[in-house]
């Protein structure tokens, strides 16, 4: 069972540059998001999608764009990266938006920012 | 605002040596309190949803339990496989997919 995929898992980057983290699903669920994990902090949601075509930001979206390519991608996109980026990014599902729901993550990808 | 406390940071015991972790909260309303358990270099896996207080949810040596302002994770005769950081979060009502996260107690269990 693959679950949530994501990919790259590691990833170095210039203050500047730009990437697509890509996230795919095989649960069919409808719900998926995008959180990124620092030290000392809890995971903070940056953008999630309720349903395929919809997308809403989250506690710390700033930086960041999201697309819901179909019901199971769900991607992110760093126009210009800043070292204030640099994180673990995970993505996770869950099978319906806001139903006292249990997300499914994946592995995360480990970005630094240089 | 939300706001999830976890304690201790960090927790070393002996295989067999049962202890508690501690997640207060503040929340406007609970809708649900999440327990989950994150490997290293991996996503957290989902443990347990808690929804009213008094509320007991178990599985293998962990229980869960929940009160109007904190949850405790009890972990009775740990084995190192039990080793992993738990993370506590909670939902409140109207936020839908707004999960607030502690910082997570890293726990190691040592032979």
């Known amino acids: 069972n693959a679950g949530v995929t994501q990919t790259p898992k590691f990833q170095v980057l210039k203050t500047g540059q730009s990437m697509t983290l890509q996230c795919a699903q095989d649960?069919?669920?409808?719900?998926m998001y995008w959180y990124r994990q620092d030290p000392g902090m809890g995971l903070r949601l940056i953008y999630y999608?309720?349903?395929?075509?919809?997308?809403d930001k989250g506690e710390v979206p700033n930086g960041y764009n999201v697309s819901r390519l179909n019901k199971r991608e769900f991607s992110l996109r760093l126009e210009s990266a800043a070292p204030s980026q640099t994180s673990v990014y995970f993505c996770?599902?869950?099978?319906?938006?806001?139903?006292?729901?249990?997300?499914?993550f994946g592995s995360g990808t480990q970005l630094s920012v240089l | 605002e939300d706001q999830v406390t976890q304690s201790p940071e960090a927790l070393r015991l002996q295989e067999g040596e049962s202890s508690s972790l501690n997640c207060s909260y503040t929340?406007?309303?609970?809708?649900?309190l999440f327990w989950y358990r994150q490997d290293p270099g991996k996503g957290p896996e989902f443990l347990f949803t808690?929804?009213?207080a008094g509320e007991e949810k178990e599985k293998e040596r962990l229980k869960a339990t929940l009160t109007k302002k904190e949850s405790f994770l009890h972990i009775t005769a740990p084995k190192p496989e039990d080793s992993a950081t738990y993370l506590c979060?909670?939902?409140?009502?109207?936020?839908?997919?707004?999960?607030?996260f502690g910082t997570g107690t890293r726990l190691q269990v040592t032979l």
């Open positions: 929340v406007s309303g609970l809708r649900g």
């Open positions: 808690l929804y009213s």
């Open positions: 999608s309720a349903s395929e075509g919809t997308t």
């Open positions: 979060a909670v939902q409140a009502p109207g936020t839908a997919s707004k999960l607030t």
């Open positions: 649960m069919n669920h409808n719900s």
């Open positions: 996770a599902s869950s099978p319906r938006e806001g139903q006292n729901e249990k997300l499914f």
